[in-house]
């Protein structure tokens, strides 16, 4: 009987449901999506080091089922609200609680199940989708698959059983407290006030503001050091920001309100009273709602822009590090022995050469030499950043040498007089090297004195001198007769590397020299292949778990923001059918339900925004050196804050028209 009952309900109710199903079946379809990316057979054989893609998705999915429980039991709240007055005038008829608590319970599971069913064919949708993403950054081709793993449908599975569990014992709960009086009259009630007197309201809203600014600039100040208590710095900025956020959300709106309601001009224009006094009553009697909104809406931000400058900064490793097919480093020194080694580590990079010549197809290789006069002549402006390199004194190149790794690259070579001098290095140099150029500094070498030609950070890799942050290039005569720091040799091939081609040269063996009490073992060469694999497994590691979160969390931003936008609809319908008797035109009514829908949705952005934009200036800083020269962090923010806009305006259009058509139904009654 009673299972009949739920279903008769849930056939009748289904449009009132209709937000309820929307937001279980996005949850799931995503949090199956990603499941099924990261379980797929193809996916983890890319890279042995993929596998690890499962693990770190099983981790941000422990995080997303607290999440969507509290998204699910909020939007359960939601339907209860609705039909409360139903539920008590069941109780009036002699229904018993449990009963009626029994029949809620059970209309939300099977809505539930068919909503959780459904979510696997547009998880399937979706799987493939992301699936296609992560083979294309692969260069690999991919193939629409039908085929499920069992694994992911199980965690799924599982993840529905613990969120319900949750969700539906919370109801129950709710439900047990309830009186005919609550049930009947339910809908209409207001939330309580969080803040109960205005007095000092302002400033607190000040107050929070300045520990906003504090906790801003305590996470700037976190990326500029490296010291035992910067993560202390970091926490207290994250305590901060979080007060910040929800402080700002309370007293926002008596704040907004205060300032129109002293311009009467504004305050009786048009419709602006009945707007800004809805908006008030929303941000004052729900601020904790709308301070967990903006909460996830800064960490949705800041998570899909952090997946936007990883994804840069590991493409600008690979670049930095393999610039070419092979690199073959250390084979010799007359500097320091204990590094590079001479002897049979010497004889072991050639055995590496051999094998490469007789093993692959070569269409250019350079074999140089850096070298030095182990003086700071240039390093002296740039020895207080710390690490130059291997060695701290300067590293000079031979301009055909450079000019040469230049053409490999496919970059235009320079050219250099007998008596000129040029330097290029990375980004972490950048300000040092604008130094350079302002002091004209010139050097000398055996005997020669060289102007400074001109200084960049363009076309400069990392792998050219194991790991030195600038280079000194020279004219090929001037460096006779200088130290040799490290020989290399590097190589293009016709056909692309790849992680089989480093394990087939570790094979071989590697350099071992002293260290101490022991011999250390190092491996010489940088292969692209394996690079590539390594970074682009790792990229979509961190960016894909940041993704994840990032459309979850917007999911959950846009449904509650809907479900509390349409509960307005609920109670603003007498508002709304008293004004089209006074006869206010239907186009002016539609205009105001946009102004109220606007503020709702406009209040929980406005500081996230600020807080991501000025996040952006400190995430630049911590991942400056490591991300290409190309690489604007102000255009990454915005065009995130442009995708969250896109996805969230698609919540603000179907709540607009959802709202309108819930005042035009009472309308026509």
Not at 8 to 32: E, H, P, Q
Not at 44 to 59: C, H, Q
Not at 364 to 372: A, F, K, N, S, V
Not at 413 to 432: A, M, N
Request: with cysteine.
């Amino acid at each position: 009987m009673l299972s009949k009952l739920a279903i008769r309900n849930v056939k009748r109710s289904l449009k009132d449901y209709i937000i309820y199903i929307v937001t279980v079946v996005m949850a799931f379809s995503l949090i199956f999506a990603f499941n099924f990316v990261s379980f797929s057979k193809e996916i983890t054989e890319l890279s042995a080091t993929m596998d690890n893609l499962k693990y770190a998705v099983i981790f941000v999915s422990i995080i997303i089922v607290f999440v969507i429980a509290w998204l699910i039991n909020y939007t359960m709240r939601f339907m209860f609200e609705k039909r409360s007055k139903e539920f008590g005038t069941y109780m009036i008829l002699g229904i018993e609680k449990k009963q009626i608590n029994r029949l809620f319970l059970l209309e939300n599971l099977i809505l539930g199940i068919i909503a959780f069913i459904i979510s696997f064919f547009i998880g399937i949708i979706f799987g493939n989708i992301f699936s296609a993403i992560v083979m294309n950054l692969f260069e690999m081709p991919y193939q629409i698959s039908l085929k499920i793993s069992l694994t992911p449908v199980l965690l799924s599975v599982l993840y529905f059983v613990l969120i319900y569990t949750f969700t539906l014992f919370r109801s129950s709960h709710r439900m047990k407290k309830m009186k005919i009086h609550d049930l009947l009259y339910l809908e209409k009630k207001n939330e309580e006030k969080i803040w109960k007197k205005k007095k000092y309201r302002n400033v607190l809203f000040i107050i929070f503001v300045i520990m906003g600014a504090t906790g801003l600039y305590l996470c700037d100040y976190f990326f500029k050091i490296m010291e035992p208590y910067m993560m202390l710095y970091l926490l207290v900025a994250i305590i901060l920001l979080i007060i910040s956020i929800y402080g700002i959300t309370f007293t926002l709106g008596d704040f907004i309100l205060v300032f129109i309601s002293k311009r009467k001009k504004i305050k009786y224009s048009k419709d602006n009273l009945f707007v800004v006094k809805n908006f008030e009553a929303k941000s004052k009697t729900i601020g904790m709602a709308l301070g967990t909104l903006s909460l996830l809406i800064t960490l949705n931000l800041i998570c899909m822009n952090m997946s936007f400058v990883m994804k840069d900064a590991y493409e600008n490793n690979i670049e930095q590090q393999a610039p070419y097919d092979i690199l073959v480093e250390g084979m010799y020194s007359e500097v320091d022995e204990s590094w590079t080694g001479i002897g049979d580590n010497r004889e072991k990079a050639w055995e590496y050469i051999d094998y490469i010549h007789q093993n692959y197809d070569i269409t250019d290789e350079l074999h140089y030499q850096i070298l030095t006069l182990k003086s700071h002549q240039v390093s002296k402006y740039i020895d207080d950043i710390g690490d130059n390199g291997l060695y701290d004194y300067d590293s000079y190149l031979k301009v055909s040498d450079y000019n040469k790794l230049l053409e490999m690259l496919g970059v235009d070579t320079i050219e250099l007089k007998d008596d000129e001098y040029f330097v290029t290095g990375d980004k972490t140099v950048e300000e040092y090297l604008e130094k350079i150029e302002k002091s004209n500094e010139k050097i000398t070498i055996n005997g020669k004195e060289l102007s400074l030609k001109d200084t960049t950070i363009k076309n400069f890799r990392l792998g050219w001198s194991t790991g030195n942050s600038f280079i000194i290039v020279i004219p090929d005569d001037v460096a006779k007769n200088m130290q040799v720091v490290t020989e290399l040799y590097v190589f293009n091939t016709k056909n692309e590397t790849t992680e089989e081609d480093n394990m087939k040269l570790e094979e071989i063996g590697y350099y071992e020299f002293p260290d101490g009490d022991y011999i250390a073992k190092y491996f010489p060469l940088t292969v692209r292949g394996y690079m590539e694999a390594m970074n682009k497994s790792a990229m979509t590691i961190f960016s894909f778990s940041l993704l994840y979160i990032s459309f979850i969390f917007i999911t959950v931003v846009g449904t509650i923001l809907s479900i509390q936008t349409l509960s307005d609809s609920n109670k603003n319908k007498y508002q709304y059918k008293l004004l089209e008797k006074l006869g206010v035109e239907k186009n002016q009514i539609h205009k105001t339900i946009r102004k109220q829908i606007t503020a709702n949705f406009l209040f929980p952005i406005i500081y996230p925004i600020i807080i991501a934009i000025i996040t952006a200036f400190s995430i630049n800083r911590l991942f400056y050196a490591v991300t290409s020269a190309s690489m604007n962090y102000l255009v990454t923010i915005f065009i995130t804050i442009g995708i969250f806009l896109v996805i969230y305006g698609i919540y603000y259009i179907a709540t607009y028209i959802t709202f309108k058509n819930n005042i035009e139904d009472e309308s026509s009654r």
